[in-house]
């Protein structure tokens, strides 16, 4: 018998074995399959699962405090009732010496599609009860435009929320301009995942109907091969002078919407004038930055103004040193065509970035767990977590305010990995070393495990039960426990209500229920509010019995920005409008972020000073095998190594230039670091780019001078820790410049796919 579940790459079913090995089947409903389901079987039960509760053997012999141990130290193993004592001991120490402040609650999501044992919402609501804590605003992924969509339309979240949908697209669209592409590799994913992966089909169609797509990306890979497509392999961060361009093509040609631009924009005039003023933003002049030729970029410009044209910009190129530049771009370049609101024109924001952007599944609110309110008000955005442990008390420009970074003690994770998502990991490391105590709460043995001083075990998805669903799915999933927890693994859930009745808050934190009861709980409050529209919804339990609930249906066709259009609606921003001059962000004053999109040189990239010393651009994109760096130990993620690393896919010309065949594992290194990868030569780059994808188990060696190693390729040894501006602090892992060379000689071995050294004492 089959087992219901979901997750973030999408619902399937279980079979479990008698050994308690696992079986994975898509949903039956499902027309497109994620391929990561193929790393379930392999990571539930693999050697680096967290067994039993394990304190860092130098904190457990010396108590808190800064060390450069962390990340370098073996592990005891103890009871959970010693663990529990000592973590309750350690919290109350540090409010009472430090304050909440200084207790940084870093969870960052993704840890599980549950929507009761979701670790973030378990984490945040008891430290919100312990008294609150420093916590993180925005994203990795989208820390840049979170910040800067605001100015600009008055609202992220209607951009990437409600984008236009993939029907009114493939049926509307007449051109498809790309920037960044529309990377079939991530729309298998979706927070909380979805139950029919509808985005594959919708490409189909599009590739049916012969809808012309212009590709600009230096991949060829960011748009699926069955897609037809004009590929302008741009040199990477420099979209923006692109779209300069293209704007200055339509207005010296007469061919930009004037109408659209009185009555829906504001500072066209300022945007103008930069692109006329100074040295022109012309065709030629972006040729020379970008790669490409100047009469392509012209003859662009004329066919995105005579045809119905939909500017699509993808994530992955705000997650850069001046992020804010080519969204900003994007949307003042759809704005000159004067086709936002109209279907199958406009500006598109992450088509391809994330599996839910242009879906058409039921924009509906699911069950979830209520955090509380934070008593503490001071936070950081996500991305500054290193800047924020290395400099306490030092002051940071952000968003137009003036802030200052915490002193924290005490860093508590539940979810998610830093040690892949962040930037500069000697730094990263460096700064792991600064708190009194750090806590994690982990299925595996990851680097952010192996950088913690108590290491608190906690059970997966299959092994307990929860109520599972993403933005946009059709379905609403009974998450059934398929299989016993490894060792002594607990959920989040008990963990937190174990430490909270040592706080004396176990009452308010669990409320009385047990995870069954609030399992009914949360799914009867939800019910009832569909019962009241006039929806059919089962109760709990034959909700249970039948393993999920088909939401009623939403609109197929729908169109960003229509009702602003239409005129029912006005922008929150000051002018009501799209401002293509903001008045509010000029008024920062930031010279790295003025008040209109502008052509900032990055100070990595292929045209800058540093390419004569690293002449390679790394492109550090979301892999192909797994969900960031989710179950990099599963089937799938591991076939697609070489060498027994992550592969670097790199120019066969360029290749030839270093003696590099493929298959050879390679030394990729700059000033900040170097990491061992397994080489694969492919025509599908523009020369002098690399890409290796994020996600590879972080696996250090030290080199000499302090910096590190990552002998199995995670890219963020080699990438800056920087923000992408003043306004935003967001990440910007996504480029780096590098050089590789093929490794002589026997290479280290991966280590990281193996627990630490662990003693177990009895408990």
């Not at 973030?120 to 820390?143: A, D, I, M, V």
């Not at 590789?740 to 009895?762: D, K, L, M, N, S």
């Amino acid at each position: 018998m089959s087992t219901p579940t979901t997750s973030h790459w999408g619902a399937f079913r279980v079979r479990a074995g008698a050994g308690g090995d696992v079986t994975v089947e898509a949903h039956p409903a499902d027309p497109a399959p994620s391929p990561l389901l193929g790393n379930v079987a392999g990571g539930l039960r693999h050697r680096t699962r967290v067994a039993r509760p394990a304190i860092r053997r130098g904190w457990l012999s010396g108590g808190p405090g800064p060390t450069d141990r962390r990340g370098r130290d073996d592990y005891v193993e103890v009871g959970w009732d010693d663990a529990l004592d000592l973590l309750a001991a350690e919290l109350t120490r540090v409010r009472a010496e430090h304050g909440n402040e200084a207790v940084f609650g870093g969870s960052y999501g993704w840890a599980s599609a549950g929507r009761f044992h979701h670790a973030q919402s378990q984490l945040h609501r008891f430290l919100n009860q312990f008294g609150g804590y420093t916590g993180s605003r925005n994203s990795y992924s989208l820390g840049t435009s979170l910040v800067l969509l605001p100015h600009v339309v008055g609202d992220a979240e209607e951009v990437l929320r409600n984008a236009s949908s993939w029907p009114t697209v493939t049926e509307h669209t007449e051109l498809l301009v790309a920037f960044g592409g529309i990377p079939a590799k991530n729309v298998f994913v979706t927070p909380g995942g979805v139950t029919r992966h509808t985005t594959p089909g919708h490409l189909a169609r599009l590739a049916e109907r012969g809808v012309p797509v212009v590709l600009v990306s230096p991949l060829r890979a960011d748009l699926p091969a069955g897609v037809a497509a004009t590929w302008l392999p741009i040199v990477p961060g420099t979209d923006t002078a692109l779209m300069l361009a293209l704007a200055h093509t339509l207005v010296t040609e007469g061919l930009h919407d004037r109408a659209f631009l009185d009555s829906y924009t504001t500072g066209f005039e300022r945007l103008e004038a930069y692109l006329s003023g100074g040295t022109p933003k012309d065709a030629e002049w972006a040729a020379a930055i970008c790669g490409l030729d100047a009469a392509d970029i012209r003859a662009l410009a004329r066919r995105m103004a005579a045809a119905r044209t939909l500017v699509t910009v993808t994530w992955s190129l705000q997650r850069a040193q001046h992020g804010e530049q080519p969204v900003w771009a994007g949307i003042a370049l759809a704005a000159l065509l004067g086709q936002i609101g109209l279907p199958g024109g406009g500006f598109g924001h992450g088509y391809g970035s994330m599996g839910d952007v242009g879906d058409h599944g039921p924009n509906r609110r699911l069950p979830w767990l209520s955090q509380g309110i934070n008593p503490v008000r001071q936070f950081i955005p996500v991305a500054r977590i290193a800047d924020m442990l290395l400099r306490p008390g030092e002051t940071y420009d952000y968003d137009g305010g003036r802030r200052t970074y915490p002193d924290i003690r005490l860093v508590y994770w539940a979810g998610g990995n830093p040690f892949h998502h962040h930037q500069d990991l000697t730094r990263l490391r460096q700064a792991f070393g600064r708190p009194d105590t750090v806590v994690v709460h982990e299925p595996h043995w990851t680097s952010t495990a192996r950088h913690a001083d108590i290491v608190l075990p906690v059970t997966t998805g299959l092994e307990r039960d929860d109520l599972g669903g993403g933005r946009r799915d059709t379905h609403l999933i009974a998450m059934h426990r398929a299989v016993d927890p490894v060792g002594e693994a607990r959920d989040d859930h008990a963990i937190l209500a174990a430490l909270a009745a040592r706080l004396g808050f176990g009452d308010a934190f669990t409320e009385g229920r047990t995870p069954a009861q609030w399992l009914r709980h949360l799914y009867e409050g939800w019910r009832a509010d569909l019962v009241a529209e006039g929806h059919a919804v089962p109760d709990f339990d034959a909700f249970w019995a039948a393993g999920e609930y088909e939401l009623p249906a939403g609109p197929s066709h729908f169109t960003l920005f229509e009702d602003f259009r239409a005129g029912r609606a006005r922008l929150r921003t000051p002018s009501g409008r799209i401002e293509l001059y903001s008045e509010t962000v000029a008024g920062f004053g930031y010279a790295d972020c003025p008040g209109h999109p502008a052509w900032l040189e990055p100070d990595e990239w292929l045209g800058g000073p540093g390419a004569a010393r690293f002449p390679l651009l790394l492109i550090a994109n979301q892999p192909d095998t797994r969900l960031h760096s989710q179950l990099d130990v599963g089937a799938t993620s591991l076939a697609g190594k070489r060498a027994g690393r992550e592969a670097l896919r790199l120019h066969p010309l360029d290749a030839a230039d270093r003696g590099i065949a493929d298959g050879d594992v390679v030394r990729v290194h700059n000033d900040r670091g170097a990491c061992l990868a397994g080489a694969v030569l492919d025509d599908g780059l523009r020369r002098g780019v690399v890409r290796l994808p994020t996600g590879a188990w972080f696996d250090p060696v030290e080199e000499p001078g302090g910096r590190l190693l990552c002998v199995h390729g995670n890219p963020n040894v080699l990438t800056g820790d920087v923000p992408s501006s003043r306004l935003s602090q967001g990440c910007t892992g996504q480029h780096a410049l590098v050089e590789v060379a093929r490794f002589a000689g026997q290479p280290p071995p991966v280590t990281v796919h193996h627990p630490p050294a662990i003693e177990r004492r009895a408990s």
